[in-house]
């Protein structure tokens, strides 16, 4: 982290994502989404923000709150990628199949467009918990079927390695993409613009550019801790009744997972506050932010004007209300 970002005191709370050739900027009270068009213009789209939890406030409470946020954020996350897509659509698959053809006359747009992000966002998780969690299960028990009389805690380690090292693979498979590098400069962009903001500096792209790519509250690391407090608890779970069993273990982890992720968001709040002034904190964060080498990268002049824009609309009307 740069010397300038160590003594700042002031967090946000204001997050991104990147997009296809453009970010998406999440407030106290607004998101936006700015996407660079073909023809160069940045497009801008605004929506005030609304909160399950206003409605029913159990959905706020701590270790609940981080899995309805994580699914809130997914979500979001989606539909501002299918946004963002709109404007760089597919010459090959310009021409609607038939399939699709059939859904546009079956359901209307809002309905289509539902139905695509609740399939997008199913499979999304299915595909992290079938790679991070089935799979290492899978794996080990495959393994150790010739070695009955492994021991629990060697089981739990094994499996624990498999997981961190699968998290690994995945995330240089996708950094070595050619469509996925410019996302990636875009989430570095991201990164760059809230510290620049953090730091009090004026949004210039002079002042972002000079600033840090890894974030410690980057979804990055927060994937990371999911997957490091998963080995955590089920080591713990593991420990007090020893399943041997793939189906049963798998079973438990399906179980544990909403657990998992209200612990890891609780944890990313804390480290969100002290990361700059806790050593511990720093510590923790340490693997996190290495692995953001993989999901950030340095972005162009014409990326940071995307990021400034973002946040500029994402600043709240009372200074100081956005604090972590």
């Known amino acids: 982290m740069a010397e300038e970002n ?76 299918m946004y963002s897509a709109d404007f760089y659509p597919d010459e090959e698959a310009a021409q609607p199949s038939k399939f699709e053809q059939w859904l546009d006359r ?45 021991p629990m805690w060697g089981r739990n380690l094994v499996e ?19 469509d996925i590098y410019r996302v990636f400069q875009y989430h570095g962009a991201e990164h760059k613009t809230i510290f620049c903001y953090e730091a009090g500096l004026p949004l210039t792209v002079e002042n972002v550019r000079i600033q840090p790519r890894h974030h410690p509250r980057c979804g990055t690391s927060f994937l990371f801790v999911v997957i490091f407090v998963s080995i955590l ?29 209200g612990i890891t968001y609780e944890f990313n709040r804390w480290v969100g506050r002290h990361v700059q002034d806790n050593k511990l904190a720093k510590v923790l964060t340490a693997p996190g932010l290495w692995m953001q080498n993989f999901t ?9 004007e995307v990021a400034i824009r973002s946040l500029e609309l994402v600043l709240p009307s009372e200074k100081g209300k956005d604090e972590w």
């Open 6 to 81: 160590k003594s700042c005191a002031f967090r946000t709370s204001i997050g991104g994502q990147a997009l296809i050739e453009g970010i998406l900027m999440r407030g106290p009270e607004q998101q936006a989404i700015v996407v660079r068009d073909q023809e160069g213009n940045l497009v801008e789209k605004v929506e005030a923000l609304k909160f399950i939890r206003d409605r029913y406030p159990i959905l706020g409470v701590p270790l609940i709150r981080g899995t309805v946020n994580f699914l809130d954020s997914m979500v979001n996350g989606v539909k501002a990628l």
């Open 106 to 150: 079956k359901l209307s747009s809002k309905k289509l467009e539902g139905a695509i992000v609740t399939l997008s966002v199913i499979l999304g998780v299915g595909l992290s918990v079938l790679l991070f969690m089935v799979l290492p299960t899978f794996i080990t028990g495959g393994l150790l079927h010739f070695f009955p009389g492994f």
């Open 160 to 178: 624990g390695v498999l997981k961190i090292l699968i998290f690994l693979l995945y995330l240089i498979f996708c950094s070595k993409q050619k």
């Open 233 to 261: 608890l089920s080591s713990v779970v593991f420990g007090i009744w020893p399943i041997t069993n793939v189906w049963l273990r798998t079973a438990a982890h399906l179980l544990l997972l909403p657990l998992v992720v």
């Open 296 to 304: 950030t990268n340095e972005p162009d002049d014409g990326m940071i």
